[in-house]
């Protein structure tokens, strides 16, 4: 078992619906970074969380420290949030601030 | 643009042959990071330098691999004798501390078949 799970692993959307990508894990954390990687490859960093909710623009990010869970919440979607969303962790480490990611979910909006 | 800049974008090579990756990280950040994504998965970690000291390196990493930052800026990661099991996109990742932990800053990544 991944100690960095998300669901939906696949997800296709109409443009304009709510979406919500699910991050689950079981290790220790010192903060949770939600990314996005469109098909070129590149990652964006979208969010770092170590505590409650944050929000920018249509992108809601939520985290449960107790329930080891986070969020993900997408408003009015659009094509162009066509992309593979990736989960990662951090553990509370002194050393190397290394990730441990999930394995994305990927994202389709259809206008 | 997050700032990170990865050269080449795209590398098609022949097994057997070597290849060399760059990273320019952004300027202020001490920390460097190669991760690599095959396809389907998320990304996992290879290894990590402070400045130019190298201070963790996965299993993952072989001996055909061997990663360097002579002055603590940009960073190479070479393959040699590639095999199609390192077929895969390889990114790089600068880092600043922020309070308790550590933001980190992606570049595009460096695609590489191996035919």
């Known amino acids: 078992k991944n100690e960095v799970e998300q669901s939906p692993q696949n997800l296709t959307a109409q443009e304009g619906e709510f979406i919500t990508i699910n991050c689950s894990y079981s290790?220790?954390?010192?903060?949770l970074h939600w990314l996005q990687q469109h098909p070129g490859g590149g990652i964006v960093s979208l969010f770092m969380?170590?505590?409650g909710k944050k929000k920018h623009g249509r992108l809601i990010a939520t985290i449960n420290i107790q329930e080891k869970h986070s969020s993900l919440h997408i408003t009015a979607s659009h094509p162009r949030d066509s992309a593979v969303y990736i989960c990662?962790?951090?553990?509370?480490?002194?050393?190397?601030?290394?990730?441990?990611f999930g394995t994305g979910t990927r994202l389709k909006v259809l206008a | 643009d997050t700032g990170v800049s990865q050269n080449p974008r795209h590398k098609i090579t022949k097994r057997g042959q070597n290849v060399t990756f760059r990273c320019d990280p952004i300027?202020?950040?001490?920390?460097l990071y190669w991760y690599r994504q095959t396809l389907g998965q998320g990304p996992e970690f290879l290894t990590y330098?402070?400045?130019?000291?190298?201070?963790?390196k996965s299993r993952l990493l072989s001996d055909r691999f061997s990663a360097e930052r002579p002055k603590g800026s940009f960073s190479t990661l070479e393959i040699q004798r590639t095999e199609q099991g390192d077929s895969a996109m390889y990114l790089c990742?600068?880092?600043?501390?922020?309070?308790?932990?550590?933001?980190?800053?992606f570049g595009p990544g460096t695609r590489l078949t191996v035919l």
């Open positions: 990742a600068s880092g600043r501390r922020t309070g308790p932990t550590d933001t980190q800053y």
């Open positions: 290790v220790g954390i010192s903060a």
């Open positions: 969380l170590s505590s």
């Open positions: 990662a962790v951090l553990p509370p480490t002194s050393g190397t601030y290394k990730y441990i």
């Open positions: 300027s202020e950040h001490n920390r």
């Open positions: 330098f402070q400045n130019e000291a190298q201070l963790e």
